[in-house]
């Protein structure tokens, strides 16, 4: 009897269900047997050695199977962390596919806490299973983005965590180049911030193939800038997902979109 080559892949590749919590835990169940000597790794794409990995002991569930578990507490810097299968004391190891992933604890998160940590899992190239993950301290949620065709402006709100709005709050497009910075005056109250960004004043000078400008928020006048961003639901690249209308203006055309990171842009494309 033979087997076919999709079926030899499936049984030498293990699968992870995984399950998400509110506050930043996951749950990975696999279907392999645990063993004394094997682990569950999360290695961040841009670790330089094995002592950025994170490494979790796997537990049997009694049916053939096994779960890791990564706490909370567990500290992951931002960005991409892949997902292996590997034994102790031993460099790299297995990619893992992902399963059914149980992402609900992550829709309409309204966090307490002053830092945000976000994790994601999700597929990534290759059909691997990753883990995307934020850690901001403070951290500008984007909410409602709309646009103002009579004034020509975008207009955003959303919520602060680890800082309020005060005197001299303001938010800043900064040119992605780097060369300009425009700034706007932001109304609030608690955590809630809004603004209103008109386009024209950007479009000042020609705009060649086009400008994406960075939105960032300033919520004092002494305090650093925050970069805004929406990282509080089940979304781990909205890139391609959230497309927002186009304004037109007589001297512009102007998009809102998010990065591949999930932070906010705005794109002016010359009119006509």
Known sequence: M?????????????????IADSAGGITFDLAVPASPDAVLVLKPRSGKDAADEVRLPLTPLGDGSSRAVLPSTVELAEGHWDVLLSKQGVDGGDAVEPGIRDLRALLDRAPHADRITARVPCPAAGGRLALRCWARAPHAEAGDIGFAPQQGALTVEGLLYGAEPAEGAVAEARLHSGELVHEVPVTGEGRAFAFTLPCRPMAGRPLGKGQVWDLWLRPAADAPAIRISRILDDIWDRKDIFVYPRLTTDTCHAAAFYTNDNDLCLRLTEAG
Not at 2 to 18: K, L, M
């Open 2 to 18: 033979t087997t076919s080559t999709s079926s030899a892949v499936e049984q030498r590749t293990p699968r992870a269900d995984c």
